[in-house]
Every structure is written in C-alpha cells, then in structure tokens.
C-alpha cells in the first residue's frame, strides 16, 4: 500500500544535522492499522507528513498505493481569506465528492455554528483543527493519518471522535501517531518505533509498547 525505498530523511541546524530516517526501505500492508510511537523530538510528525507528501524527502523514494489523506487535524492545506463553507466546498471538488454532502457533513461535525461562512483565518487554532478534522472524515479515504487529534475540543466532542473512528476502522487503515498508549492498542493492529534515525516493527502492539517505555525511562 506504502513503500519506503531507501528514504533519507534529515534537518540541517547551525551546529547540527538531525537524521529523521537514515536510508529506511519498508512497506506497510493493505488491510493492516499502524500504531507509531517514539520519545518526544525522534522525528514522529516528519514521518507523517512523508507519508503524506506534504513533506518531501532528501533522497530516495516513496510509493504510494492507496487513497491516504493529510494528517488528520492539520488545517495548513486550507485558505486562511476563504471562509470554512467555502473551504470545504473547494476540498470537496479537487477529491471529486458530493460538495453538499460533504459542506453537510463537516457544518454537522465541526459545531462551528455561524463560524462556518467565517474567514478560516479568523479560526481559532481549537477551531480550525474541528474543521480540518470534520474536512477528513467528510473525505473516503483509504487510509487516515492521525497525529494526536482526539486531543481536539472536550470530553464530548473527542467521544464524537473516537465514534467517527470506529466506523471508519471497519473499511479503511489508519495510521497514528498518539503518546496515548491505549488509543494506540485500541486502534492498531500492530505497532512501530522510531528511534535514531531507524524503523523498529512489531507484530503485536504490546511488544511495541514495551520498547517505546524502555527509550522513556
């Protein structure tokens, strides 16, 4: 579904050059929810935004197979003078959906009320990471990328979440990126670990687990 082909991945600083990924080739399956965990600064948001291809890397070369959306809740991709209606009607089309089902949809999840024929701009951060969000589910993917969005609006708005998850789970994958190790049990089948520059892979979520609490003690 998703092929890294000897992918380098770095960030060079004044002083320093962070390797993200030190010429990695691997490949995630079709059918499988990835779970990727990794202490703070190893790089976890890099690699999502790789997979997405909203960041590109150094060298080597990665395939993609399958419908994958934007990280959930990343809200850069969309027109700060534009208001949320029209943002979303604009998304819709360049993914060739239902443009009123999907303004629908998003009105509907978001909660954004009048805030929605609002310049996207003026959004709050909470509130554009809603529309961002709503924006995703609103799209058939055959992948979903997750970095950290249940963390979005109260106890009741992240339930509407983790429900909207649940029904997704049982026709695409997903890919997350969470320090919640029970979101991760919960929605992964098997598990991944990025440390110093490589790519550690775990059939069982657990095992990945464990070395992700050894790299934090």
């Known amino acids: 579904m998703i092929r890294f082909q000897d992918v380098f991945k770095f960030y060079r600083t ?24 990794g202490i703070n600064g190893a790089g976890k948001s890099t ?3 790789l997979i997405a291809g909203t960041e590109m890397p150094n060298s ?29 009607q604009f998304v819709a089309r360049v993914y060739r959906q239902d443009i009123r089902k999907a303004v629908r949809f998003v009105e509907d999840f978001s909660e954004l009320g009048p805030f929605i024929d609002a310049p996207f701009g003026t959004y709050s951060s909470g509130m ?43 026709y695409s994958d997903m890919i997350m990126i969470s320090h919640s190790i029970e979101l991760v049990q919960m929605y992964c089948d ?13 059939d069982s979520v657990s095992d990945a687990v464990e070395m992700y609490k050894q790299l934090n003690m």
């Not at 004044?14 to 965990?37: P, W």
């Not at 924006?135 to 979440?161: H, K, N, P, T, W």
Request: include cysteine; aromatic fraction near 10%; charged fraction near 25%.
């Open 190 to 202: 098997r598990g991944i670990v990025l440390a110093d520059g490589k790519m550690y892979f775990f």
């Open 14 to 37: 004044q002083k320093t050059l962070k390797i993200v990924l030190d010429h990695i080739s691997f490949r995630l399956d079709k059918g499988v929810s990835y779970g990727i965990m």
């Open 128 to 170: 554009q990471q809603r529309l961002a969000f709503g924006l995703s589910m609103a799209i058939d993917f055959d992948c979903y990328l997750i970095d950290e969005v249940m963390a979005v609006g109260d106890s009741r708005f992240q339930q509407r979440c983790r429900d909207e998850f649940n029904k997704r789970k049982q």
């Open 60 to 88: 080597g070369r990665i395939v993609r197979e399958a419908r994958v959306s934007w990280p959930l809740g990343f809200a850069g991709g969309l027109h700060p003078s534009l208001t949320g209606r029209e943002n979303i």
């Open 47 to 49: 690699l999502m935004r």
